[in-house]
């Protein structure tokens, strides 16, 4: 596949705008989704951790998905029609706020669509983003796109949690849905010669031959074993993290948009540093440290206790760390796949990773949901500060920590 010459940068800027845009949205829905079932529909930890594994839920399809995908030319109309499916779902909770019908089940159902819409856009994008962006220049376009992603982290929950306060949870969530009908307009403008369609087999068949590229693929087996292990017990964590911070910590809803915010401030240092620091101690190390860093500080948060303002600095020293330890992983190990992966199987190695990785999460959220209700919500943090910390162990046993550039060639 040509990548678009290196001077004309005007594409991949609209596509970064967009992704700024939709980022800052969903730190509200992030926020408010839970704090509607807790704080107005009284939800327990085994409801929250349901809630958190619904969004996630759809990614089980991924590799049907992303064969599906591979099948189509035109992926700009794949990723408008996420954003506006998702804007859609979003809508209807609003709505159903100014008639007095908002319930438990409508918030599963807007956690799933929205899921769907999420699915789709993910198996679209690594052929999109490869027709943009020249192959010497992934870490510094991903960079750009993970401030952008963390910069929303900073901003996001701190604005989420004032409207919130200020509008209640279902009216803060219009902006999510203007942000994401604003990625759409954006995205469309965005002229990218078609991909060529993959040959009509059965979805079953492509899908079975991604997952068997990948599982094969040294490079890709080791970075998917990394992240499904991390992020099945961060998810296990994030399922109880709004709320130990508002029942078992007290924090007032704002206090803890203004922690988060606060926090957040370490993945945009990440996103900012990660070209640096891999250029001076090399992709595969740094990808390694952020594999440490990214799940180790959710043992801080268990721990946090104390008035409102030592717990709040705990759980943003907390996000802090992970944040910067996230952005080193994620940047480096994308790039890396970005590289040596095969042009036409992106979109079903995307479909692979979103299967196992994501579908992980919803499996954990719901385990830490049941664990937070049978040993506590303090201990089952504990479980998934370790469990996660463990996933290291799949790129130590493998030879991506020994990469240094991806100048040269695929490593």
């Known amino acids: 596949m040509t990548a678009a010459p290196a001077a004309d940068m005007t594409r991949f800027n609209t596509l ?18 839970p704090v509607i079932a807790v704080v107005t529909l009284g939800a327990t930890p085994a409801e929250v951790g349901l809630l958190t594994a619904a969004v996630w839920t759809p990614n089980l399809l991924s590799l049907l998905v992303g064969s599906w995908v591979d099948r189509r030319a035109h992926r700009r109309r794949l990723l408008v029609a996420a954003d506006v499916l998702r804007a859609l779902v979003l809508l209807s909770l609003p709505i159903a706020h100014w008639l007095g019908v908002v319930t438990l089940a409508q918030l599963f159902a807007v ?9 789709l856009f993910n198996a679209a994008y690594p052929s999109f983003f490869v027709a943009l962006v020249d192959r010497n220049r992934y870490v510094d376009a991903n960079s750009k796109l993970s401030i952008s992603r963390s910069a929303s982290f ?40 078609p991909a060529a369609p993959e040959p009509s087999r059965s979805l079953m068949s492509d899908a079975r031959a991604g997952l068997r590229y990948v599982l094969g693929h040294r490079y890709l087996r080791a970075g998917l074993g990394c992240v499904t292990t991390i992020n099945f017990f961060g998810f296990v964590a994030q399922a109880l993290v709004v709320l130990f911070a508002t029942r078992t910590l007290g924090l007032p809803v704002s206090l803890l948009g203004l922690a988060l915010g606060v926090g957040a401030f370490g993945g945009l240092a990440g996103a900012a540093l990660a070209p640096r ?11 390694l440290l ?55 199987m992106r979109s079903r190695v995307a479909g692979v990773f979103g299967t196992i990785n994501y579908g992980a999460r919803p499996l954990g959220a719901a385990l830490g949901g049941v664990l937070g209700g049978v040993i506590g919500v303090r201990p089952t943090l504990l479980i998934a500060a370790v469990g996660g910390v463990l996933g290291c162990l799949w790129l130590l046993t493998s030879p ?12």
């Open 290 to 344: 952020g594999a440490f860093l990214f799940p180790a500080p959710t043992a801080a948060i268990a721990l946090a206790g104390g008035p409102h303002w030592a717990s709040a600095a705990v759980l943003s020293a907390a996000e802090a760390v992970s944040g910067f330890g996230v952005m080193l992983m994620d940047i480096n190990l994308n790039s890396v796949q970005a590289a040596v992966m095969a042009d036409d």
């Open 154 to 193: 900073v901003a996001g929950p701190a604005l989420g949690g004032f409207l919130i306060q200020r509008l209640t949870a279902p009216i803060a969530l219009l902006v999510d849905a203007a942000s994401f009908l604003a990625s759409a307009v954006l995205i469309s403008r965005i002229d990218v010669a």
């Open 277 to 287: 620091l891999s250029r001076r101690f090399g992709i595969g190390r740094v990808m």
């Open 111 to 119: 956690a799933l669509l929205a899921g769907v819409g999420q699915v």
């Open 16 to 33: 970064w705008g967009g992704q700024t845009i939709s980022n800052f949205g969903d730190r509200i829905t992030e926020l408010a989704l």
């Open 400 to 411: 991506l920590p020994a990469i240094r550039t991806l100048d040269g060639g695929p490593p």
